[in-house]
């Protein structure tokens, strides 16, 4: 019984979060994305990536929007390799090896 309920509330705070989503703008960005096969051969693909800003939620006038401050310390991303040694020096490498078993 419980289970079942908890896949109802689940449900009713899915609808209720699309409903809002439907409702914010979807922006559209062209990238090009390296594609590496191998042998030092690479090649490069236009890709569009389609998001949505969920900051645009504070402009929806008929949504109560609050904000709670939370620690949002994490490692930074590491996408290329000349971003290593700023990867180094500004925690992130020690904050993810705290995180895992290594």
Same mark, same amino acid.
């Given at each position: 019984?419980?289970?079942?309920?908890?896949?109802?509330?689940?449900?009713?705070?899915?609808?209720?979060?699309?409903?809002?989503?439907?409702?914010? &703008?979807?922006?559209?960005?062209?990238?090009?994305?390296?594609?590496?096969?191998?042998?030092?051969?690479? %090649?490069?693909?236009?890709?569009?990536?389609?998001?949505?800003?969920?900051? %645009?939620?504070?402009?929806?006038?008929?949504?109560?929007?609050?904000?709670?401050?939370?620690?949002?310390?994490?490692?930074?991303?590491?996408?290329? &390799?000349?971003?290593? %040694?700023?990867?180094?020096?500004?925690?992130?490498?020690?904050?993810?090896?705290?995180?895992?078993?290594?």
């Amino acid at each position: 019984m419980e289970a079942e309920n908890q896949s109802e509330q689940y449900n009713k705070i899915l609808e209720a979060v699309r409903r809002v989503e439907k409702r914010i &703008p979807a922006y559209v960005t062209i990238k090009n994305v390296k594609y590496l096969m191998g042998s030092g051969q690479e %090649d490069i693909h236009p890709v569009a990536q389609f998001e949505k800003l969920w900051g %645009d939620m504070t402009g929806l006038k008929d949504l109560k929007v609050s904000y709670a401050a939370v620690s949002r310390y994490r490692g930074q991303q590491l996408k290329e &390799p000349s971003l290593l %040694d700023r990867w180094l020096r500004d925690g992130s490498f020690e904050y993810l090896k705290s995180k895992t078993c290594f």
